[in-house]
């Protein structure tokens, strides 16, 4: 066995404040002191060492001297805590309203995980996305006008379309912003989403977008390009926090940790 030593490339303030987090979990669940393998401290970096490293639970448990059960159960907890601090949908449209934003881009993006057994009614597997040829979840964010990640949805299997996804989790509230003057841009992905949610027109069936009219060929530039930044967010997400681009836990957790890579996002930031 060769040792060595190694830096984990998240700012210090990110780790103590995942720490706080823990210390007062353990506190809230009346942990007592010096009884756990590990203090918050180390447990955070084991967390943040997961996320940023997609590193296997089993390596990060035996670098820290823990068993591969605790390890699990200290991942688990670290991502309990951390989804608990993400915002409410509500409180998030609230704030873009009272910060005097022009309109919130909504997206959707497939979260990559191991092949699962599960089977739709039409006899195609549940968890598999014809979209992207791979099997994952499904999840639905929200991002600011200069492309800031801003609320993260829970998961629906990768089956889920885009626009399904987003009517169970997102759109009756983003209806409600619309009322309010907090305009949705969106991609072709959600056309009939409803009033409020800007989508680009379709081209014809077997033509070229030519066959629209200069006017609506200009909308569909305009909404492109306005919209640009905030595809740009589940990249930063999955570039930054790397353990999403493959999920290794139950994908039923996938929202969770989005979630919990957002709450990071916003604090890195």
């Known amino acids: 066995m060769v040792t060595y030593a190694a830096a984990l490339d998240v ?3 990110i780790v103590e404040f995942l720490a706080r987090l823990l210390a007062a979990h353990r506190r809230g669940i009346g942990t007592p002191k010096g009884s756990r393998a590990l203090g918050p401290f180390r447990q955070a970096v084991l967390v943040l060492r997961w996320f940023r490293e997609r590193g296997c639970v089993h390596c990060l448990a035996r670098d820290a001297g823990i068993s591969q059960a605790t390890g699990y159960r200290y991942l688990h907890e670290g991502i309990d805590v ?7 949908l509500h409180e998030v449209l609230d704030l873009c309203r009272a910060e005097g934003m022009t ?5 959707g ?4 995980c191991d092949r699962l057994a599960g089977v739709r009614e039409n006899g195609n597997d549940l968890w598999f996305s014809q979209k992207h040829k791979n099997f994952g979840g499904n999840i639905q964010f929200l991002a600011a006008p200069d492309g800031t990640p801003l609320w993260v949805s829970e998961v629906e299997p990768g089956s889920t379309p885009d626009i399904t996804a987003a009517r169970i989790h997102v759109l009756p509230a983003l209806y409600k912003a619309a009322a309010e003057g907090l305009p949705t841009l969106a991609d ?3 056309i009939g989403a409803g009033i409020g949610i800007h989508v680009p027109v379709r081209r014809p069936k077997g033509r070229s977008e030519t066959a629209l009219d200069r006017g609506t060929r200009a909308t569909n530039a305009l909404i492109r390009h306005v919209r640009a930044r905030g595809e740009r967010t ?14 290794t836990l139950s994908p039923s957790r996938i929202g969770d940790i989005a979630r919990a ?8 930031k």
Not at 103 to 107: A, F, I, K, M, T
Not at 261 to 268: E, Q, R, S
Request: proline share 5%.
């Open 11 to 13: 700012p210090r303030h």
């Open 82 to 88: 951390l989804a608990a601090q993400a915002p409410d």
């Open 103 to 107: 309109h919130v881009v909504l997206d």
């Open 109 to 112: 993006t497939l979260i990559a």
């Open 188 to 190: 072709k992905g959600y």
């Open 234 to 247: 589940a990249a930063e997400l999955k570039e930054r926090w790397r353990t999403l681009k493959h999920v």
């Open 261 to 268: 890579a957002l709450v990071l996002n916003g604090h890195w």
